[in-house]
């Protein structure tokens, strides 16, 4: 298996559809999904040019966060969270893709180290309605995202969502279009939101044409996880 070459592959991909739906894809930002995968491969992703890498479990991440102290590297915790893995969270990610409660936006935001920059949060929405998914309803989303927004130490950026999946383009399009319509009626109630965190290996092209500003990929770069 050729990292490289998979990367350049996602890669085109992403740019095919957004040029097929007018968008710039240097607006579509490639998070490159290496949890459970060793250490060698983020470096090999990292010197074909990768910089983000998404990860779920705290362990397995803070082992290759401290084995690969690379210049412009930026890691996005995006697995579930515990209320006491908040501080560690805090302070050694940029990003965290999956927050649905206030009580752990206010412990990020208070355990981030004031030396560092505002951590950037998604709210996480449950967009199938699966009651076994993360995440906040869409009915509970403005309440949430107005308090998140007010905290010190977390910027929030935006929303993030992993539906169930569906078969064909046009299913996997809808929840996608519903996140996206939640974010401009945020932004149109006085929020100013920039990140729709959508689209895996197996739907980002439905995410792509909704409006995705990240792409969280991991199957096709590195390969199916065990
Ligand atoms: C594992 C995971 C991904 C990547 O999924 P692939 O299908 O391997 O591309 C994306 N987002 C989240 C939240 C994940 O847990």
């Known amino acids: 298996m050729e990292i ?13 559809a957004a040029q097929q739906h007018q ?3 240097t607006t579509v930002q490639l ?10 491969m983020v470096q090999v992703a990292y010197d074909a040019g990768q910089r983000h890498f998404g990860e779920n479990y705290l362990q397995d991440a803070l082992e290759k966060i401290e084995a690969l102290p690379l210049k412009g590297i930026v890691w996005h915790f995006i697995g579930a969270i515990q209320s006491n893995k908040t501080r560690t969270i805090a302070e050694n990610f940029d990003w965290v893709h999956g927050v649905d ?4 936006a ?16 998604c709210i996480q929405v449950n967009s199938s309605g699966e009651s076994s998914k993360a995440g906040v309803t869409f009915e509970e989303l403005p309440n949430l995202a107005q308090q998140i927004a007010k905290l010190p130490g977390v910027q929030l950026r ?4 992993l539906p169930a999946p569906a078969s064909n383009l046009q299913q996997q399009r809808r929840p996608f279009q519903q996140l996206r319509e939640a974010l401009e009626a945020l932004n149109q ?4 939101l920039d990140t729709l965190s959508m689209g895996m290996s197996g739907d980002m092209e439905a995410a792509i044409a909704e409006g995705a500003t990240i ?6 770069i590195f390969g199916a996880r065990g």
């Open 4 to 16: 490289a070459t998979q990367l350049q592959q996602v890669e085109r991909r992403i740019e095919a």
């Open 23 to 25: 968008r710039n894809p």
């Open 31 to 40: 998070l490159a999904v290496s949890k459970t995968k060793p250490a060698s």
């Open 101 to 104: 409660r206030l009580k752990i």
């Open 106 to 121: 206010q412990r990020l935001g208070a355990q981030r180290p004031t030396e560092q920059k505002p951590l950037n949060i």
């Open 158 to 161: 935006g929303l993030m969502t």
């Open 189 to 192: 109630s006085g929020l100013n």
């Open 215 to 220: 792409v969280r990929i991991g199957t096709d």
